[in-house]
């Protein structure tokens, strides 16, 4: 029968019927036929696995005292506590916490904030330099930063965004040539995601770092898909540190949709003034709700003290184990960072089928263009992330 949902990135004529998952559990999906282990962490964010005790009582606490109260005028303990907790998680002086429920949304406050920063001193600078082949979410800012037609292509590129390879020279060409319209650069740090599981250098960044400083730009780590150890660093931002980190996805484990835009003093302090025009005119109606507050609180407590790090560390060793010598002649390359394996093929036609012929195997997986890949859950065993292994080989036998 006709299915009343619009689904994602689909082409809803001609989808293929999706999996009805009925329970989830560790880095388990169930179908009503098959035990699947989740490969892709449900789009990168389930960092804890599936009914997580500790979070799911976390929610359920929360959800005992009051589920939601705006931030507008009022304020509450879950995000106190949060904000608390992120100040003195994160590196160096990001402290300011503006909090949103989405990655998306997260990513424009944080361009907004760029935009305002330099017209709050009375600077025009139009211009964002951002990276080829980025993804900064679907919503219209994040789209323009963005850079790939395959999510996009219905949309006219705008004046207004400068791309550039992820290469020093293009990069010291950029400043050269725009520094003085630059009001920021943002950047998915060392591992761009939708745009194809592309890894690049982290001499990019500190090069970037000076020249941001050099030219008063402002320096934004998208950290969505990339923070909470995904790159095998905790955040990016402990080894460059940018004026602007942006959060989401594994902020709360995956459990609620919540993000934040972490900003350093050097720009809170372009706002806080006694004139009422230079605050920032922002405010997502679920910014800083309590339930989801709770659960990030309690996903950064089991991040440290179940030592998430050691985890990452040995997901990679595996990973390489696995996957660091695997060739065929299909297979362009397969690259390694962190907890993310990504296999890129010549030719999309050769990942036809490999969703089901995954399925059948007891493996979720979405490949999507070239790219054949995982972000496994942290919490996984060596036996099933060896399993997700296995069947992409296979895939190739």
Known sequence: EDQMIWYPYEQMKTMKEPYKILDAEGVHLYTKDQKLIDSISSWWCMIHGYKHPELTAAIKEQADRFCHVMLGGLTHEPVEKLSDKLQEFLPGDLDYCFFSDSGSVAVEVSLKMALQYNTNQGRKRPLVLALEHAYHGDTFKAMEVGDDEDYHFAFDKKEGVVHIPTEI????????????????????????????????????????????????????FDEVATGFGRTGNRFVADLVLPDILVLGKALTGGYIGHAVTVANHKVFDAFYSDDDRLALMHGPTFMGNPLACAVALKGIEIFEHDDYMSKIRHIEQISRQEMGNFSDPRIKEVRIMGGCTCVEVHNPK????????????????????????????????????????????????
């Open 169 to 220: 020279p293009a990069l010291e060409e950029a400043f050269e040539l725009y520094h003085d319209r630059l009001n920021c650069f943002i950047v998915e740090p060392l591992l761009q995601g939708a745009g194809g599981m592309r890894m690049y250098d982290i001499s990019f960044l500190k090069r970037a770092r000076e020249l941001c400083d050099q030219y008063d730009v402002l320096l934004i």
């Open 350 to 397: 050769t990942l036809e089928g490999f969703q089901q012929f995954a399925y059948e195997r007891g493996v979720f997986c979405r490949p999507f263009l070239n790219y054949m890949y995982s972000m496994v859950p942290y919490v996984i065993s060596d036996g099933e992330l060896i399993q997700i292994f296995d069947v992409m080989k296979d895939w190739f036998h």
